[in-house]
């Protein structure tokens, strides 16, 4: 009770303080508030929308007790959530696995229950053929309620109606009026409903047989009757039956009552992901207290009086240190109280605008009170911290220079900028051994990225005094700024580091963001030239005069071109080719290597056609010399093969083999021949080919060339592609493709605006916070200057001149210090994952544009608002130093 009583006199007059000072407390208030606010909305909307296992059962077992999975395993091992779970395949299964009467035998016999079932259907739009999801499930019946919403019209009572969601609606059919079916068949369209679980993509609902979806072999059901309990989930279980029970999701079993093979699969916390949380959660609190420490250290100058009269009067050092501190617990209370309460409103406000981003629908409003506890702590001990630093100055100063009327600045101690370039050369020397490192390296990296920040804090003092000395050749007002920064260092130092702390973040994710989609740019591997596109079919089953039509008709001005090849499948058989070494086996040059480690079949096939040229879909060739395109050119026409290889091979004679199977699988016949070859090297990503194969080596084979493709170009819009892709899926079997390059997600665009908006919105707030503080802090020295006289502009130019000092010193500390976790963090990132051809070792991006509005268009930026903002005439004062 001593030590809480201890308490009460510097609670009381922080508080007095704060009611004051209201201008430095709502600064202080914002600070901590804004943080806390907008982790408060994240939290609760994180809530809202994650739906755990009880709250989201009925979208996935309606208002049935369980939805039971019926299959042909002999036994079933899983967790509360049958989404994880393991099968075992036995002898003594049937043919169709267990039955809805194995089910009513181990729960129930009079149990209800209605088979449910998932797929997916064609159907045709206003201009081609569209993907639907389709649910299938007799949607009057009780068990069946919450699966989906209906919003017009009625559930379907046969076979021949379903209903249709908004997004099915909107690309043609309308209620009351026919779906038609990809294989011309119709429904009738008696209602619109959306699932209760998605609502982006078209969904369908029918009853059962209503449209042809296949249960491969599985069934499902949705039972009523009493809850089912864990033991009989694991009865289920051994009859090879997967159960989502309403009642086990409630109240899950622990992982000793799983079987041992479910609890292999129960997934613990992962190391690495609170790893991450706890460095985020470390780099946000230091930016926070950075920001909101000078607001601190401007309120313990102002109240040197009061605490050299608290000492005078016989008090400790530590009654100084408490109403600093007491300054930090009541505005650290009150920003958090503030920040959750409009968090709270926030969140309910911005609620509707966070469901348009998501296909899944939200729960109920939901706050977890334990979460914003621990988010109303953060805010604690940020105000804290922020407070810490000032308090244990105010407690050392000189109290007969402070009722003197003199400032009481205690020297700065020399062992803090040691420790500082100890903690720079930790995390440098970290950053370079994650960068070098296999495991876990980005981890490595960030958490030397914060020894490196905390060391740049500390060095702050030594930059801000160096920056000072060499001002004294610049004008009036960046020598004034420079020098007061460096003479009241406890305001100054968490301004600039609190800038340096932003520039450091915004450069290393920058860097890191630009390296991964310089990675992606390189090694994306496009089809055809820019611009260009392509329909592939299965051979002769495509109609390519049709398509030709098609594509003449929706682009207009297409050059259409066909592409040959050898057909994989057709006239009721499927051929299998392949090429080996002249002497039978499938390496080259005896290398025990194969001659192509990976490829992607292009529009031409894994064999495309010629007896000329090579194809111009062929990739991996980017470097290829005219000399070995005369050589390929040679060998086509002289009746052999172009091999392409990533393995270092070189075959100048190949044997291929075609093998026939007919519609059974049975090997009805099998062809060989030998011809000359010529080996290319990939050069760069893979190759969509295994080799371009002349007409003669075909027919050697007995295999006549046949179109594979067709090959487009021109220029059209963007609806204009859509609407020929829609039209040739319509035709059944081609694929619609046309090339746009690398396209950067939007999410990274995104990701790369809020990045640097926050970075802005961070650096002006520090610089301006720091700057109309110390302004605040140095009337008497401008009021002296106005009176030996300076002109009113002067003042303009001084706060310009500091926030300019603030946030260039600051802007250039950061820059150098996110340099090293940015670079860093390029070598794991961007490290191949396989062996694709002239695949760089990784990738190096710096974002120069970005680093040069964040270092010196954001600190020239800030210095023009102050200055313009600025008050140009201050009342006279007095200085009694």
Known sequence: MSRLRGWRLPLRIAWRDARRARGRSLLVLVMIALPVLAV??????????SLDGAEGIERRVGAAQARVQLGTAAEVAQVADPDVASFQQG???????????????????????????????????????????????????????????????????????VVANAALLERGPEVGGVLELADGSTRAIVGSAESTSSRSQPWVFGEIGSLDVPHYGQRTYLVGGDPVTWSQVR????????????????????????APEAQMMVGGIDDAALTVLALVVVMVLIEVVLLAGPAFAVGARRQTRTLALIAAAGGSPRDARRVVLGAGVVLGLLGALVGIGLGLVGARLL?????????????????????????????????????????????????????????????????????????????????????LGRSSGEIFIAGSAILAVLGMVLVVPVVVVGVARLARRLPLTLRFAARDAARHRTRTVPAVAAVAATVAGVVALGIAITSDEAQNAATYQAQLSEGDGFVTGYGRRVDWASVEQVLARELPGADVRRVQGIAGDGDGVDRYVELRGARGERQGEGQGEPVLWSWAEGPGGSF??????????????????????????????????????DSGANLTEVRMLATVYDQRGRRVDRVRTTVPALTLPVTRGAANAQAVVS???????????????????????AAQEQDAEEVVNALGGPSFYVEHGYETPDEIAVVQLILGALGAVLMLGGTLTATFLALSDARPDLATLSAVGASPRTRRGVAAAYALVVGLVGAVLGALVGL??????SYPLTAPYGSQAGEASHYLEVPWLLLGVVVLGLP???????????????PLVARLE
Do not use: C, K
């Open 91 to 161: 002898d003594d299964v049937g043919p169709d696995g267990a039955t809805l009467d194995d089910v009513r035998a181990a729960l129930a016999e009079d149990l209800p229950a209605i088979e449910l079932r998932y797929g997916a259907t064609a159907f045709v739009t206003d201009v081609g053929v569209a993907d639907a999801q389709v649910v299938q499930v007799d949607l009057d019946d009780p068990l069946a309620q919450g699966l989906a919403e209906l919003s017009a019209g009625r559930w379907p009572r046969g076979s021949d109606e």
């Open 695 to 717: 007409t003669p080596a075909a027919a050697a084979l007995g295999i006549e060339p046949a179109t594979t493709a067709l090959v487009f170009d021109g220029t059209w819009s």
């Open 235 to 258: 009865e289920l279980n051994g009859l090879g039956v997967t159960v989502l029970s309403r009642a086990v999701l409630a109240d899950p079993p622990s992982a000793d009552e799983l």
């Open 351 to 435: 609620m509707p605008l966070f469901q348009s981003f998501s296909d899944s629908p939200f729960g109920p409003f939901d706050v977890t009170w334990l979460h914003l506890l621990g988010v109303g702590v953060f805010g604690l001990v940020s105000a804290l911290l922020a407070a810490a630093v000032p308090a244990f100055t105010a407690a050392r100063q000189d109290v007969v220079a402070v009722l003197g009327g003199r400032r009481g600045d205690t020297r700065a101690s020399r062992r803090s900028p040691l420790l500082g370039l100890v903690l720079l050369a930790a995390g440098v020397a970290g950053s370079a051994y994650g960068a």
């Open 820 to 825: 090293v976790p940015g670079i860093a963090i």
């Open 608 to 645: 495309p056609v010629s007896d000329g040229d090579l194809p111009a879909t062929l990739t991996g060739l980017d470097e290829l010399s005219d000399a070995d395109r005369g050589r390929a050119r040679e060998v086509l026409a002289a009746g052999g093969v172009v091999v392409l290889s």
């Open 860 to 874: 020239l930026l800030t210095a023009a608002v102050v200055g313009l903002a600025a008050r140009s005439r201050l």
């Open 40 to 49: 408060s909305i994240a939290a609760t909307v994180y809530s809202t929308a």
